[in-house]
């Protein structure tokens, strides 16, 4: 990109800077630190200059917005032709406690829903379980039948309204309930708008959240990436999440490399049954973290884009542009989040959100600055929302389309980023999978690879943290005596009485041969290997419950904690 006599110029401007001016204050002054790295302990050199960035190319490297290999952005206008979804996460209590969140937040100018679950309901398992005991509505959101899913969103329009649902291992199930849903409200399949995370490979490397063992986990995730290619085109059905694979302890790097590779994978087992990439690919969604190391950040989202375009194009013979753009959601750090001076969380999530905006992504969720103590409370929540709409409106951060491109620092770090996330991609590859990424990453969850790696560097940021060399603002450096005792959300603690209520009474209310019917029919079709989408649309319409859905799943593969403590 540049001429090497421009180069050499440079560099001799750079060697005569070094001694005449940075060595005499070097020498009377010193620096802070005699290193400085990002969260991810990568080295940030002091200065960046075009030598850094020399073997650039712009068109191939950089490009245009909207145009390959999309670094710096997947829309011509980005932000000055509509902003980003914000997508605030709820979810607590009952649907109708839910629901109320639901419209205060749409009220308060949200663009997006954003569902979060209790653990039995993530789990698979109903609310009068006796392993859900204590846990019901604590975490999220409980949901049983489709009689809850109808409270959850009554008064609200679903061909109105985008919707993302935090599910993993029962997502195929809430996912049939909000398409029954759509279907009692008269709203055409094909106009439905939303995003279900369904990342089964993340679960078994980072979140831990798992019912049936891996094979037949892929197997649910790609039917019903099958069936809403066909059915609901206007709605993702997976949101391939390194969000939760950063907070187990990652780098940015592993975060990146893993994600990717994770959705490689699926795009495999995709072509393995048959499908038309240029038909499924548009639909797949990503989910990144944003954590404080603004610039790397930043130079983590271009490059996710320029990596995904690259492979889409070269391993798996993408042609349409939908087809490489990699599209993502954004949620700032929760594992920065701290219980000393949460106000001081509100300053972190502005700058982990400005990362994700002047990285291009396509929606964001803010956190509010007392999750490290309870729920969200109602003014957390609205402060973590104006964050967005005071960086939409106020910063001219939404202006200017991938503002940061083009600076050398930002560039230098995106080709760094790229490089090492890709060494991690090809070893999965070639070295785990056999020229398959498919198997590389199942076989990487079998071996615990992704679980050491990753523990490998928490354990190194831990260090850090504990020796002061990174700084957590009031945790190792500027604490104060705290004797405050901060107004936090609760969650009644009826709810569970209350929500086992509701429960028995659908039981008692359905047609208890239609439920077996629809469970057998089930049966039948994963014996058979069908997709099973249709018929557990079926059930959840005969209000066959979530546990009485998963139960058939886990008759006929077997509990994976089960297989697992075997291996």
Not at 172 to 191: F, K, S
Request: aromatic share 8%; glycine share 6%; charged share 30%.
């Amino acid at each position: 990109m540049f001429d090497e006599s421009d180069l050499q110029r440079i560099r001799e401007q750079k060697d005569e800077w070094e001694a005449e001016t940075l060595d005499p204050v070097l020498d009377a002054y010193g620096e802070r630190k005699e290193r400085f790295a990002t969260v991810s302990n990568l080295d940030v050199d002091r200065l960046y200059t075009p030598r850094d960035v020399d073997d650039l190319d712009y068109e191939e490297d950089i490009g245009f917005p909207g145009e390959e290999p999309f670094t710096r952005g997947v829309y011509p206008t980005m932000y000055r032709g509509r902003q980003w979804t914000m997508r605030q996460f709820a979810g607590f209590g009952t649907a109708d406690e839910t629901n109320e969140r639901f419209h205060y937040l749409i009220d308060e100018g949200q663009t997006g829903l954003s569902t979060a679950f209790d653990m039995p309901t993530l789990m698979g398992i109903d609310s009068d379980d006796v392993m859900a005991d204590g846990e019901v509505g604590k975490e999220g959101v409980a949901v049983d039948t489709l009689a809850d899913m109808e409270r959850l969103f009554d008064g609200i329009n679903l061909g109105e309204v985008s919707t993302s649902f935090t599910i993993n291992p029962s997502a195929p199930v809430i996912y049939a309930m909000y398409i029954a849903l759509a279907d009692q409200q008269g709203v055409p399949r094909e106009e439905i708008r939303g995003t279900l995370q369904n990342d089964m490979f993340k679960e078994f490397i980072a979140q831990k959240e798992w019912v049936i063992p891996p094979e037949p986990s892929l197997k649910l995730v790609t039917d019903t990436i099958e069936f809403a290619s066909q059915e609901t085109p206007k709605f993702k059905p997976i949101s391939v999440s390194g969000y939760h694979i950063r907070e187990a302890g990652s780098t940015a790097i592993q975060e990146l490399a893993f994600t990717l590779a994770d959705g490689f994978a699926y795009v495999e087992d995709c072509l393995n049954r048959g499908m038309d990439v240029d038909e499924f690919a548009p639909q797949l969604s990503f989910f990144f973290n944003s954590h404080n190391s603004m610039f790397e950040e930043i130079a983590k989202f271009r490059a996710a884009r320029r990596i995904y375009a690259r492979v889409m194009d070269d391993w798996y013979d993408a042609e349409a542009d939908a087809s490489k753009q990699l599209k993502f959601h954004t949620q700032t750090a929760g594992q920065s989040l701290t219980a000393q001076q949460p106000l001081n969380n509100i300053v972190r999530v502005t700058i982990q959100a400005l990362a994700g905006v002047l990285g291009g992504t396509q929606s964001l969720h803010t956190n509010s600055f007392d999750e490290a103590l309870a729920l969200p409370s109602e003014q957390a929540v609205r402060v973590a929302l104006r964050t967005q709409q005071i960086i939409a409106e106020e910063s001219g951060a939404a202006d200017i389309v991938d503002p940061m491109g083009g600076s050398f620092a930002i560039e230098s770090l995106t080709d760094e980023v790229e490089e090492k996330a890709m060494a991690y991609i090809n070893h999965i590859r070639d070295d785990l999978g056999d020229g398959s990424v498919r198997d590389g990453v199942i076989q990487g969850i079998q071996d615990g690879y992704f679980q050491r790696e990753i523990q490998d560097a928490a354990y190194e940021y831990q260090q850090r943290v504990e020796s002061e060399e990174e700084v957590m603002v009031g945790v190792n450096k500027y604490t104060v005596e705290e004797d405050t005792e901060p107004e936090i959300l609760t969650v009644d603690e009826d709810v569970q009485e209350r929500q086992r209520d509701k429960l028995a009474t659908v039981k008692a209310e359905r047609d208890d041969a239609a439920v077996e019917a629809a469970l057998d029919e089930l049966q039948q079709v994963i014996t058979d290997g069908g997709n099973v989408m249709p018929v557990i649309i079926d059930a959840v319409k005969a209000y066959a419950t979530m546990g009485e859905i998963m139960a058939v799943f886990e008759a006929e593969y077997g509990s994976y904690q089960e297989t697992a403590s075997v291996a």
